[in-house]
């Protein structure tokens, strides 16, 4: 260093996360919201005493199982030929079934393309979004009859919406309205890991804080996009993001389906009753590939894999109701025969969906049609019509 | 009652109108609440209409009609401004894989009644992205509406319709024509006005016809003008709206007078002008005297001001367009 020039000294974060990776350990256990342990042991935590009642505590195994086997039985379809792709969501069950059940009636989801657990919650024919998967649709419904918006593929570009639809819900006098039983509505953005590097992300945030919307983010780390791990995408622990936007954020143990509803519930609260937006992140793993076109194999290594089927949302609530009695085997056996019922319902009518008429690719583009498309619907039809009647 | 105003003033009472119409209008974008915007379009409407209705938004075009698009299936009728055409890029993706699909994936169940208001083209002694012409990039995309407004009178009709329409429409803004005045006449009914998605013969003529849209319609018809005195009878469509095209009125025009001149500041290289060109080919082909041309910007980036009067198609060129439709 030339003489006079000032010292600066620099300490950069470490990247614990890529060390512990490269040398083959399983990342220590973040700091994070937990009211079930992977025992299935209830743990008491200052911020978030929540009481479920025993028949609630079957409910969320319910839901888990269900979800479950409707995703498993969805990742079958398209093995055998019946689904074009799938996006499973096998491992992160207890995050979706824990926000998605925090949310009151009126509240707003916007999902991403793997919201098969919280669409369920919702009360939603799960056959609904599995037009799009078969490529008979392109997964469409009314948002505002499901209080679920469609599947969102881009990725993050959802966050804004939800966060313009908290917006007008805040526009509509919809926010601070009396206690936790009043109509005040929140709003709940769903989105992954990677998302979280994207622009749009990043200006969701920005404008929910500035303009005070009711929002939740609800981020699940299943860290993996695609194959590429949490580090390539982050340097901090990503709710830790949330304080340089000036609003809260919480890391909640994503596999437990107890504390993912606590935390969401309260942030969703929080925001009905005009305290602004919050930032989740559900600490979590994606069990499965990124979708069925994808081979993690390539990418991770097993025992990793090994160590979080360890802290499987699913088993450690059945561990609890066995523990505290508040379950016998034929329970158990009436939801697996549930889940099961459900899934065989799902299949028959996946199976019977029709292929749309083609014609129909010319409608809704616009909503009062257009001279252009009716001209190329009917030379199409004339095309088509040509060909009857001969050997082709 | 007419009343002479500029075009700017013309957008803006027309936006005040339509918030007065709706109250689920509501405007947002950058500078335009207490500045009134960079062009002061929205000049005075925060004051009257409050805060919550004509929003300042932070500095990010995607978070506008991102949350734009959450607004509409709240039940909203936003309308965005975007700063300036080289501005909209940031947005592109939203406006694009969003707002234009929205309906059709939603099978007719989400209208996204968006209004994205963009000032457009050069002639503003401006430094770059300031003076883009991107109207193709969104006619090409199916699912959105275009237009552009070339006059006071259309600007004060054309964006009250578009604000009414229940498609997303991008709404493009002749800015260096902002300042030019024209009849008014703000107390014809709405319903009364010229349909939006019309092109319209402005002034008629035999001997070929030039379609020009935004800023180049009034370049247009200074040719007619100097033509005419040199004998020659040019038609002149304002083409208006530009996806859907409404070419019906311009085909006609071409039966006629066989010649043809199309003229915009964006480069010709794929652009709406290639589009166009083939379909009066189409229609037009034993009518026509000579080929369709062009007369576009340069196929560069938009140059340095000092000479983007080079760049941008003027008087001279079109007239030297329809001499030479004259030799084939």
């Given amino acids: 260093m030339a003489k006079g020039e000032p010292s600066v000294a620099t300490k950069r974060p470490e990247d614990k996360t890529a060390r512990a990776r490269a040398s083959g350990d399983p990342p220590a256990e973040p700091e994070f919201v937990q009211l079930l342990t992977p025992d299935g042991d209830r743990v ?6 929540v009481d479920f009642t025993d028949e609630e505590y079957r409910g969320l195994y319910r839901d888990l199982v269900i979800v479950r086997k409707l995703d498993a039985e969805a990742t079958a379809l398209q093995r055998q030929g019946e689904l074009g792709i799938w996006a499973s969501l096998l491992g992160q069950e207890a995050a979706q079934v824990g926000s998605g059940r925090a949310l009151r009636e009126q509240d707003m989801a916007f999902p991403t393309y793997r919201e098969h657990g919280v ?29 679920f918006n469609m599947y969102t593929i881009v990725i993050g570009a959802q966050t804004l919406h939800a966060t313009g639809y908290a917006m007008g819900v805040a526009l509509d006098g919809k926010v601070g309205n009396g206690g936790p039983d009043s109509d005040s509505e929140a709003v709940i953005a769903y989105f992954g890991d990677g998302a979280s590097a994207q622009g749009d992300v990043n200006e969701a945030f920005v404008w929910a804080t500035v303009f005070n919307a009711p929002i939740v983010f609800f981020c699940q780390n299943n860290q993996y996009a695609i194959s590429q791990p949490i580090e390539r995408q982050t340097r901090v622990p990503l709710y830790q993001r949330a304080a340089g936007f000036g609003f809260p954020g919480i890391r909640v143990d994503g ?10 519930r309260a942030a969703l609260d929080d925001a009905r009753h005009g305290q602004g937006p919050s930032l989740i992140e559900a600490y979590t793993y994606r069990m499965g590939a990124h979708t069925t076109s994808d081979d993690p194999t390539r990418y991770r290594i097993a025992s990793e894999v090994d160590a979080w089927q360890a802290k499987d949302p699913i088993k450690r609530v059945r561990l609890y109701l066995e523990k505290q009695e508040l379950a016998d085997d034929g329970f158990f056996a009436d939801v697996d025969a549930q889940a099961q019922r459900e899934a065989v319902h799902l299949r028959e009518r996946v199976l019977s969906m029709p292929n749309p008429d083609p014609a129909q690719m010319f409608d809704n583009v616009y909503a009062h049609g257009s001279p252009l498309l009716d001209s190329e619907r009917a030379e199409f039809a004339e095309y088509v019509a040509s060909f009857e009647g001969s050997a082709h | 009652m007419a009343e002479t105003l500029t075009l700017g003033k013309a957008l803006n009472i027309g936006l005040r109108r339509a918030m007065e119409r709706d109250p689920k209008v509501i405007l947002m974008g950058e500078d335009i609440g207490k500045l009134g915007g960079v062009f002061r379009i929205t000049d005075g409407l925060q004051k009257d209409f409050g805060d919550p209705r004509v ?30 055409d080289g501005f909209v890029y940031p947005a592109f993706d939203q406006i694009v894989s969003q707002v234009a699909k929205m309906h059709y994936r939603s099978q007719g169940k989400v209208r996204l009644p968006i209004v994205i208001r963009i000032p457009f083209g050069g002639g503003i002694g401006a430094v770059e992205h300031h003076s883009e012409s991107p109207e193709a990039y969104f006619s090409h995309t199916a699912g959105l509406k275009v237009v552009a407004c070339a006059n006071p009178a259309d600007a004060y009709t054309m964006i009250q319709q578009a604000i009414e329409s229940d498609d997303p429409i991008v709404f493009f803004e002749p800015k260096r024509r902002y300042w030019e005045k024209g009849e008014v006449d703000t107390d014809a009914p709405l319903s009364d006005a010229y349909p939006l998605h019309a092109s319209r013969v402005i002034r008629e003529g035999q001997d070929a016809t030039v379609l020009a849209y935004g800023p ?20 002149v469509v304002d083409l208006r709206t530009l996806s859907p095209l409404d070419l019906g009125p311009v085909f006609d025009s071409v039966r006629r007078t066989g010649r043809c001149v199309v003229v915009h500041e964006a480069p010709s290289n794929v652009g709406l002008g290639a589009e166009i060109v083939a379909r009066i080919t189409q229609e037009c082909f034993y009518s026509l005297e000579a080929p369709v041309l062009r007369v576009t910007g340069f196929n560069t980036p938009y140059p340095a001001a000092r000479v983007e009067e080079e760049f941008l198609p003027d008087l001279d060129r079109v007239l030297d367009a329809v001499d030479r439709t004259y030799g084939w």
């Fill in chain 1, 44 to 49: 008491e935590h200052p911020d978030y005493a």
């Fill in chain 1, 255 to 264: 596999n437990d389906v107890l504390a993912s509803y606590a935390v969401t």
């Fill in chain 2, 216 to 235: 180049m319609v009034r370049t247009a018809l200074d040719a007619a003008t100097a033509a005419a005195e040199d004998g020659r009878s040019l038609e």
């Fill in chain 1, 119 to 147: 669409l369920y919650c919702r009360g939603i024919d799960p056959i609904m979004p599995l037009g799009l998967f078969r490529g008979v649709d392109q997964g469409g419904w009314d948002p505002n009859e499901f209080k």
């Fill in chain 2, 55 to 84: 929003i300042d938004t932070p500095l990010a075009e995607s978070g506008i009609i991102g949350t734009a698009v959450g607004l509409a299936i709240r039940g909203y009728r936003p309308v965005c401004e975007i700063q300036f």
